[in-house]
T-cell receptor, first 117, second 110 residues
Framework: GAVVSQHPSWVICKSGTSVKIECRSL??????MFWYRQFPKQSLMLMAT?????????EQGVEKDKFLINHASLTLSTLTVTSAHPEDSSFYIC?????????????FGPGTRLTVL | QKEVEQDPGPLSVPEGAIVSLNCTYS??????FMWYRQYSRKGPELLMY????GNKEDGRFTAQVDKSSKYISLFIRDSQPSDSATYLC??????????FGGGTRVLVKP
């Protein structure tokens, strides 16, 4: 199956700082990537859809100024959590859409655990 | 009511047993159905992908879709302790946005 990487796998930062998370599709080009947030023992919550070369589409209730998304190339999308606060601590997972195969669906990265002190 | 309902479990079975998981959905526009496996603190891994009613088999995994009843199932034969994980059903309509069930925790005891 398609491979998606995320970096870093975990990060600890101080309140008020910004954190950037990278999502890369390693063996396919992804015109669309997705960013999810997951709380313990809960399912994935879609935050935004990232389209290469255009602005991201945010889900209702997600602050676009707080969660900045950039999809500058067909293999890279970044999520920047600006002015992070403890309530932003969560597991962030990206996925990339692979439309080149018969299973045109989303393939997920391994996730990034963010802890804001 | 959620668009996709999935029993959260936990579902505990002895090693070697058949694990039976299911999801129901309300949106008749859903055409594509997936099952993902998620280990703790990891991203979901695609297990099965189907788009028509009926059965699809891949190794120890069988996915069933019944569009008339809006019901999908995943069966895991000869379950192993390494199958212990959370299983998420997901589905989509014509677009590429997925709607997930809440996930079922499965524990396979040796």
């Amino acid at each position: 199956g398609a491979v998606v990487s995320q970096h870093p796998s975990w990060v600890i930062c101080k309140s008020g700082t910004s954190v950037k998370i990278e999502c890369r599709s390693l063996d396919f080009q992804a015109t669309t990537m997705f960013w999810y947030r997951q709380f313990p023992k809960q399912s994935l919550m879609l935050m935004a859809t990232s389209n290469e070369g255009s602005k991201a589409t945010y889900e209702q209730g997600v602050e676009k100024d707080k969660f900045l998304i950039n999809h500058a190339s067909l293999t890279l999308s970044t999520l920047t959590v600006t002015s992070a606060h403890p309530e932003d601590s969560s597991f962030y997972i990206c996925s990339a859409w692979d439309s080149s195969t018969r299973t045109d669906t989303q393939y997920f990265g391994p996730g990034t655990r963010l802890t804001v002190l | 009511q959620k668009e996709v309902e999935q029993d959260p479990g936990p579902l505990s079975v002895p090693e070697g047993a058949i694990v039976s998981l299911n999801c129901t959905y309300s949106n008749s526009a859903f055409q594509y159905f997936m099952w993902y496996r998620q280990y703790s603190r990891k991203g979901p891994e695609l297990l099965m992908y189907t788009y028509s009613s009926g059965n699809k088999e891949d190794g120890r995994f069988t996915a069933q879709v019944d569009k008339s009843s809006k019901y999908i199932s995943l069966f895991i034969r000869d379950s192993q302790p390494s199958d212990s994980a959370t299983y998420l059903c997901a589905m989509r309509a014509a677009g590429n946005k997925l709607t997930f069930g809440g996930g079922t925790r499965v524990l396979v005891k040796p």
